[in-house]
């Protein structure tokens, strides 16, 4: 009972702390400079294989005939004869178990179906059965504590749903009887409650055919050295199967619900590809693009939306020695009745800009992002051998996962959006940092807004 109890309070623990959204368990990406100057580049998918381990609680059913000797002259010789033959035939019944063992499972990346394994070393399942108290004082009653230990061996077959992790499951039971305990116990009442267990001499079935099916949703938690996943799988299933006692006429079976948790770990998929590094490359000139507003009157003081821009590379004898010395964005805005303010964007390799968004949960960019991308674009069709570095960061305020799948979402966004003006998505390296590098101090608005943004930085 200590054993099961301990198993109860780690599964409700464990199930407590889940996160409310998955970490992404897609593919990785890092880019390693090499001493060679080429840069290598792994791919870092979910493996095929995986091994850990299984376990949970039952929930016991038991049902059908339970015809049980009133006792056994062996274990009591004083039973008066006339009692030797009686039978007490049992009501339905309820129990709990637990059970702990080995998984392997098979399932490959891409398809929708998997294959698994558990052997569970340690199977134990409980229950009860009492018959109807008599109406006297004494209120007579027997009970039947069954307690049934096995080793099971369970194959399985999983189907994955179009849900990231989520995913159901089927399979077959084979349980192998290690050891059991059968007793009638007589219970009444003489000032108090007294119980007489005696030992009962049917035995259960040595072998059990059953079944299962179940639902499951697996979800990262953790990434080891680059190298191997954890996942964690908490499920639900129901089991059946075939009778557990047959002896003295009985045809005792069981149905039970499983809640248990897989804890596996898995080898990635790695592929690596170097990128070669270019001695001959000659830097282009830089771009540089000119916006001007469309239409409506201009205000000072109130930020505009400058709806069209033309870029052109251009030569930089031919830029201005104070649009050259100042930051690589320069805005230059001249206000007159007939006059139109204009923008000069310059882009160069090794150039890093940020954008910032305006709430925790925004994850669209912003209208000057969107301007900046636009002049990006024309300048990774200008230079085919350019790639762009995205990095999406968070604020603290949500929980780790939630504040990773916003830094993720940001740096998505820019890949989407520069994807969509025929950028090749293979030159967009993106990943999501999280709240973990915050530039500002999250204990004020203004920190806050300089920690959730995106960083793009234009890599020759």
Not at 29 to 44: A, G, H, Q, V, Y
Not at 45 to 65: C, E, I, M
Not at 256 to 264: E, N, T
């Given at each position: 009972?200590?054993?099961?109890?301990?198993?109860?309070?780690?599964?409700?623990?464990?199930?407590?702390?889940?996160?409310?959204?998955?970490?992404?368990?897609?593919?990785?990406?890092?880019?390693?400079?090499?001493?060679?100057?080429?840069t290598?580049?792994?791919?870092?998918?979910?493996?095929?294989?995986?091994?850990?381990?299984?376990?949970?609680?039952?929930?016991?059913?038991?049902?059908?005939?339970?015809?049980?000797?009133?006792?056994?002259?062996?274990?009591?010789?004083?039973?008066p004869?006339?009692?030797?033959?009686?039978?007490?035939?049992?009501p339905?019944?309820?129990?709990?178990?637990?059970?702990?063992?080995?998984?392997a499972?098979?399932?490959?990346?891409?398809?929708?179906?998997?294959?698994?394994?558990?052997?569970?070393?340690?199977?134990?399942?409980?229950?009860?059965?009492e018959?109807?108290?008599?109406?006297?004082?004494?209120?007579?009653?027997?009970?039947?504590?069954?307690?049934?230990?096995?080793?099971?061996?369970?194959?399985?077959a999983?189907?994955?749903?179009?849900?990231?992790g989520?995913?159901?499951?089927?399979?077959?039971?084979?349980?192998?009887?290690?050891?059991?305990?059968?007793?009638?116990?007589y219970?009444?009442?003489?000032?108090?409650?007294?119980?007489?267990?005696?030992?009962?001499?049917?035995?259960?079935?040595?072998?059990?055919?059953?079944?299962?099916?179940?639902?499951?949703?697996?979800?990262?938690v953790?990434?080891?050295?680059?190298?191997?996943?954890?996942?964690f799988?908490?499920?639900?299933?129901?089991?059946g199967?075939?009778?557990?006692?047959?002896?003295?006429?009985?045809?005792?079976?069981?149905?039970?619900a499983r809640?248990?948790?897989?804890?596996?770990?898995?080898?990635?998929?790695?592929?690596?590809?170097?990128?070669?590094?270019?001695?001959?490359?000659?830097?282009?000139?830089d771009?540089?693009?000119?916006?001007?507003?469309?239409?409506?009157?201009?205000?000072?003081?109130?930020?505009?939306?400058?709806?069209?821009?033309?870029?052109?590379?251009?030569?930089?004898?031919?830029?201005?020695e104070?649009?050259?010395?100042?930051?690589?964005?320069?805005?230059?805005?001249?206000?007159t009745?007939?006059?139109?303010?204009?923008?000069?964007?310059?882009?160069?390799?090794g150039?890093?800009?940020?954008?910032?968004?305006?709430?925790?949960?925004?994850?669209?960019?912003?209208?000057?992002?969107?301007?900046?991308?636009?002049?990006?674009?024309?300048?990774?069709?200008?230079?085919?051998?350019?790639?762009?570095?995205?990095?999406?960061?968070?604020?603290?305020?949500?929980?780790?996962?939630?504040?990773?799948?916003?830094?993720?979402?940001?740096?998505?966004?820019?890949?989407?959006?520069?994807?969509?003006?025929?950028?090749?998505?293979?030159?967009?390296?993106?990943?999501?940092?999280?709240?973990?590098?915050?530039?500002?101090?999250?204990?004020?608005?203004?920190?806050?807004?300089?920690?959730?943004r995106?960083e793009i930085?234009?890599?020759?």
């Amino acid at each position: 009972m200590i054993r099961l109890k301990i198993i109860v309070i780690i599964i409700f623990f464990l199930i407590l702390n889940m996160p409310l959204k998955p970490q992404t368990m897609g593919d990785f990406r890092e880019l390693i400079p090499l001493p060679s100057k080429d840069t290598l580049i792994i791919n870092r998918g979910l493996g095929d294989w995986w091994f850990g381990a299984n376990g949970g609680v039952n929930a016991d059913y038991f049902f059908s005939k339970l015809i049980m000797p009133l006792t056994d002259p062996i274990f009591d010789p004083s039973i008066p004869p006339e009692y030797k033959d009686s039978m007490i035939n049992y009501p339905a019944g309820f129990g709990i178990g637990y059970y702990a063992g080995l998984f392997a499972e098979w399932n490959p990346k891409g398809s929708d179906w998997g294959v698994s394994l558990s052997l569970f070393l340690q199977d134990f399942r409980s229950g009860t059965a009492e018959t109807t108290p008599s109406k006297d004082t004494t209120k007579e009653s027997y009970e039947a504590i069954t307690d049934f230990n096995y080793v099971s061996v369970s194959p399985s077959a999983r189907y994955n749903f179009s849900i990231p992790g989520l995913y159901s499951f089927g399979g077959f039971d084979l349980d192998f009887i290690t050891g059991s305990k059968l007793i009638n116990r007589y219970k009444f009442k003489n000032t108090g409650n007294i119980d007489h267990d005696k030992k009962n001499v049917i035995s259960p079935q040595n072998f059990r055919l059953g079944f299962h099916l179940g639902i499951s949703y697996e979800f990262l938690v953790a990434d080891i050295s680059h190298k191997y996943r954890i996942l964690f799988s908490p499920y639900l299933s129901l089991n059946g199967g075939t009778s557990v006692i047959s002896d003295s006429g009985s045809s005792r079976n069981t149905l039970f619900a499983r809640i248990g948790l897989i804890i596996k770990l898995g080898p990635d998929d790695v592929k690596k590809d170097t990128l070669a590094f270019n001695p001959n490359y000659k830097p282009p000139p830089d771009a540089y693009a000119t916006a001007r507003r469309e239409s409506g009157p201009f205000f000072g003081g109130f930020e505009e939306i400058l709806l069209a821009y033309e870029a052109k590379p251009v030569e930089r004898s031919q830029v201005s020695e104070e649009v050259a010395e100042k930051s690589t964005i320069d805005v230059t805005e001249k206000v007159t009745t007939t006059t139109e303010p204009q923008r000069k964007i310059t882009i160069r390799a090794g150039q890093r800009k940020t954008y910032f968004f305006p709430s925790s949960a925004s994850t669209s960019l912003t209208n000057d992002a969107k301007e900046y991308l636009d002049n990006v674009a024309e300048f990774l069709k200008a230079n085919p051998s350019s790639t762009v570095r995205i990095v999406g960061h968070s604020d603290d305020q949500g929980t780790f996962s939630q504040n990773q799948k916003r830094s993720e979402d940001r740096a998505k966004q820019v890949v989407q959006y520069l994807v969509s003006k025929g950028i090749a998505s293979g030159r967009l390296f993106p990943r999501g940092d999280g709240a973990r590098v915050p530039v500002g101090d999250n204990r004020s608005e203004d920190g806050r807004k300089r920690n959730r943004r995106v960083e793009i930085l234009i890599v020759q």
